[in-house]
């Protein structure tokens, strides 16, 4: 019987920490008010789009759902390991009176730590009809973190 590969997830270990307390505050935000009116948004507390990442063959892929953006009001970077998806999801028409407002509005930020070795060359972006597909070639392979066995300052007696 064939065995059959055992896929390592390169981000087993690794906590998006930030993106998933952006994704806490605006669900805790959203109960507490009841207003249309969206409040301006910055860095600091930007909401994260819902994130898929997943394997095909060696490459990894991370998808983002982000209707209603533009695709000039959409960033995608790289920088010391950390691929950075970020921008702005602006009201349809000013005009409009809403009496409910559920979509999350203003500046939006994603980061995900990508396995080491992974260079700018190795990474292409998609953007179709609210759909981010971003493939990183070779990544699906890359090992996991290492664990470090911990030491103890104390004598075995």
């Given amino acids: 019987m ?6 390592n997830n390169p981000f087993r270990g690794v906590i998006d920490m930030m993106s998933e307390m952006n994704r806490i505050s605006d669900t805790m935000s959203n109960l507490e008010s009841n207003s249309g009116t969206a409040t301006p948004r910055g860095h600091s507390d930007a909401w994260s789009p ?12 991370i998808r983002c759902d982000l209707p209603g953006v533009l695709p000039e009001n959409l960033e995608v970077a790289f920088s010391h390991g950390t691929l950075t998806i970020a921008g702005e999801r602006k009201r349809d028409d000013s005009e409009l009176i809403y009496y409910a407002s559920e979509r999350y509005l203003g500046n939006f930020r994603r980061e995900i730590t990508l396995p080491a070795g992974i260079d700018d060359d190795d990474i292409e972006a998609t953007f179709d009809e609210g759909l981010l597909t971003v493939r990183v070639s ?3 392979d890359a090992d996991g973190p290492r ?9 075995q007696r």
């Avoid at 064939?2 to 896929?7: L, R, V």
């Avoid at 819902?50 to 892929?61: K, M, S």
């Fill in 50 to 61: 819902p994130t898929d990442i997943f394997a095909t063959g060696e490459d990894l892929y």
């Fill in 147 to 155: 664990t470090i066995q911990v030491q103890s300052r104390k004598k």
């Fill in 138 to 140: 070779g990544a699906a």
């Fill in 2 to 7: 064939p065995t059959k590969k055992k896929w």
